[in-house]
Structures are given as C-alpha cells and as structure tokens.
C-alpha cells in the first residue's frame, strides 16, 4: 500500500516537473519516447497482462522501470521490449 502511495506520488512529481510552459519540440518527444517501454507478463494459470512503463534508470547490468503493479503481479520474469 505505502508502496503505491509512493510511486503515485512519484508519478505526480514527474509529470510536473516535465509539464512547463515553453513549447515541446520533435527532439524532446523522441528522447521521451526513448525511455518508454512495453511489458508483458505472464502469471502461472491466469491471463497475459500488457501494459508499458518508463525507465527512472540504467545501469551497466540492470534498467529500472516504473509500472502498475497489476502489469506484472504474479510473473517474476515479465518481458520487456525497448523502442
């Protein structure tokens, strides 16, 4: 629970600090769209779930990604493709 409240809040903190009032040019969308990915999880015995995510960071080994937790609950292993 405090684990949505805080990704919420996240989410919101983000999205005002990428709202501003100058115009958005092609380049900025295209290094947004960058960070964009979609996933999709299968959990044992129930359903394929798709959704996206956006990378916060990356690492030499590992990318960490936001998304709602009911894209990837009960899949350890959900696929991730980069655009």
Do not use: W
Not at 37 to 54: C, Y
Not at 58 to 67: F, G, M
């Amino acid at each position: 629970m405090a684990r949505n409240a805080l990704l919420v809040c996240f989410m919101l903190v983000l999205g005002v600090c990428l709202i501003h009032p100058r115009e958005i040019g092609a380049q900025d969308i295209a290094r947004l769209q960058s960070g964009v990915v979609k996933i999709t999880a299968k959990p044992p015995g129930g359903t394929t779930n798709i959704g996206t995510g956006f990378i916060v960071r990356l690492e030499t080994n590992a990318a960490y990604i936001v998304t709602a937790a009911h894209v990837v609950a009960g899949d350890p292993n959900p696929k991730v493709e980069f655009f």
